[in-house]
């Protein structure tokens, strides 16, 4: 790709201090990650942005970080270049909250509009629909330990895989934007790749770093109204039901600053309790919320969105949510109905359902239905 004068913006440095006809060094360093490292109480010396707007620049300060931003977009977002030449150490100055203007406004503004342009939750893989949030029981469940986990305390949720436990907490953070922290437990490397995924997280360095210094650094910056999510808890919790419990007790000492969340996945809730005297035994004053059973009218919520169904069909599906998959199975049955009804605005019917859930379950090793062999036709007989 050619840069032309017209497109080209400025970037100053030492070497180049009138921006012009930047070397290839130069560009390649724009193009590096933003190396600024997360500080959630930066802002708290400015007195003209309030606790929302505390929040709002920590949340676009987590979001810069996550997706590897560099200067120039970074500059770009904050619409540094439309009012003003270019000016590359905008950026840095206000993820430091060093900046000395009168009014941040401008700003927040920039990131507010941004930030309404990544609100859209993610599908469920593999589909095109995203419906709309449901609070069904789980996920008042689930909000009760967030807000729990939002006055400081330690909150762990257990629900089977699927029944809305992902969902729920990115409805809450777009409710409490900047306020949650969240991580997905590391699959291999225990609590020494949660503290250095947590600080990769927040831009703390940890290479050639001992882990109590690690952590020492990320307390250092940790908010007292920032919840630390961490998903995929389950992890934590080797074979045997033996607890990892170094991993909590790192998660309980983060808890004197700030709140915290665990996410399990369980798979079957009655013998839950088997591990729950276990975890209680290492966090001593962790609260725990197992997931209330999935009620019928959960469905009906989310399936009169795509359509008018029948309390037949209604019952299938609700069938299929009890088993192991729970809502997600649910929302792929009504995108493949959606398929077959030959587009995504056309509301579908009962009939395109029954059609979803055949193809679904010849599939499926077995080929079997979970319903014993009965359809939504079968039950409207």
């Not at 330690?154 to 306020?179: C, H, M, V, Y």
């Not at 290479?207 to 934590?236: A, F, Y």
């Not at 609260?287 to 009169?304: G, N, R, V």
């Amino acid at each position: 790709m050619t840069i032309t004068a017209q497109t080209t913006p400025l970037y100053k440095t030492a070497r180049n201090r009138s921006g012009e006809n930047p070397t290839e060094a130069a560009l390649a360093n724009e193009g590096q990650r933003i190396n600024v490292p997360l500080n959630e109480k930066a802002w708290n010396h400015i007195d003209v942005l309030n606790g929302e707007d505390r929040a709002l620049l920590r949340w676009f300060h987590r979001d810069v970080l996550a997706r590897n931003l560099s200067r120039e977009q970074v500059g770009t977002i904050l619409g540094s270049s439309r009012d003003r030449a270019y000016d590359p150490t905008t950026a840095y100055r206000v993820l430091n909250g060093t900046l000395k203007v009168a009014s941040w406004s401008h700003f927040l503004v920039a990131i507010e509009a941004y930030r309404k342009t990544k609100n859209e939750r993610s599908h469920v893989g593999g589909t095109k629909i995203r419906p709309q949030f449901i609070n069904t029981a789980a996920a008042q469940s689930f909000g009760y330990a967030l807000d729990l986990a939002k006055r400081g305390g330690f909150s762990i949720i257990a629900a089977p895989s699927g029944w809305g436990k992902t969902t729920a907490l990115e409805q809450w953070d777009e409710t409490n934007r900047g306020r949650m922290l969240r991580l997905d437990y590391p699959a291999i490397g225990g609590y020494r790749a949660m503290i250095n995924a947590l600080a990769d997280m927040m831009g703390i360095g940890y290479l050639n770093h001992s882990g109590p210094v690690v952590l020492s650094r990320i307390q250092k910056r940790l908010s007292p109204d920032t919840v630390i999510v961490v998903d995929q808890g389950t992890r934590m919790i080797p074979s045997g039901r033996l607890i990892h419990d170094r991993s909590f007790e790192i998660l309980t000492d983060l808890n004197k600053i700030c709140g915290v969340l665990v996410a399990l996945t369980w798979r079957d809730m009655a013998d839950f309790s088997d591990a729950k005297y276990q975890i209680e035994q290492v966090t001593g004053r962790a609260e725990i919320f197992a997931t209330p059973p999935l009620e019928s009218t959960d469905i009906e919520h989310i399936a009169k969105q795509f359509g008018k169904l029948s309390n037949a069909t209604l019952s299938a599906l609700y069938a299929l949510a009890k088993q192991h998959g729970g809502l997600r199975n649910v929302v792929k049955v009504l995108d493949s109905a959606h398929r077959f009804a030959g587009s995504y605005r056309k509301p579908i019917t009962d009939r395109h359902v029954e059609t979803a859930l055949a193809d679904r379950f010849n599939r499926l090793p077995s080929g079997d239905s979970p319903f014993g062999g009965e359809t939504p036709k079968a039950r409207r007989k």
